[in-house]
């Protein structure tokens, strides 16, 4: 197994998900083939969502996670196989969404399940996707110690 590849496409998933949580969208449609697709088994939206191409999934993302959303995401536990230009991963993940706006925090986990392409000697994601393990909401009001303290997004004062 090349250990360079399998690094490069560790890489290639935790830019993926520092881009979304730093909301660096064109940093996001870099990591992206242009005919990617992406099937996110939220029970938020009241049914999986299914994105096809680089443009639906960059969009997507821009409007629903705009600066009233703070995200964070890890994927741990890569098992990755390669096998020419093309490989495969599952990798073991949990975020956490507060949107501030609506008063929510929602946590969950589950288990990606993508798939790669190596395109002009770049690995890019050709597929993305999971299926929750859990998913909870948390209303902020219940939580009447929670401050939010720091918020990258939040408009500053002058």
Same mark, same amino acid.
């Given at each position: 197994m090349d250990l360079v590849v399998l690094e490069e496409i560790k890489r290639l998933k935790h830019r993926y998900?520092?881009?979304?949580?730093? %909301?660096? $969208?064109?940093?996001?449609?870099?990591?992206?083939?242009?005919?990617?697709?992406?099937? =996110?088994?939220?029970?938020? =939206?009241?049914?999986?969502?299914?994105?096809?191409?680089r443009d639906a999934i960059v969009g997507f993302m821009r409007k629903q996670l705009g600066p009233g959303l703070i995200t964070t995401h890890f994927a741990t536990q890569p098992e990755i196989d390669v096998d020419g230009d093309e490989a495969?991963?599952? $990798?073991?993940?949990?975020?956490?969404?507060?949107?501030?706006?609506h008063g929510v925090v929602i946590i969950g986990a589950a288990f990606y399940e993508d798939r790669y392409r190596r395109e002009d000697g770049r690995w890019r994601i050709a597929?993305?996707?999971?299926?929750?393990? =859990?998913?909870?909401?948390? %209303?902020?009001?219940?939580?009447?110690?929670?401050?939010?303290?720091?918020?990258?997004?939040?408009?500053?004062?002058?």
């Open positions: 998900l520092r881009c979304v949580d730093t %909301k660096d $969208w064109d940093g996001l449609a870099d990591v992206l083939t242009a005919d990617a697709v992406a099937d =996110y088994g939220t029970p938020t =939206y009241g049914r999986p969502l299914r994105l096809e191409g495969s991963g599952t $990798w073991a993940f949990q975020d956490t969404v507060i949107a501030v706006e597929h993305t996707g999971y299926q929750r393990t =859990y998913e909870a909401t948390l %209303k902020l009001a219940d939580l009447p110690s929670f401050r939010l303290t720091a918020n990258r997004w939040a408009p500053q004062p002058a």
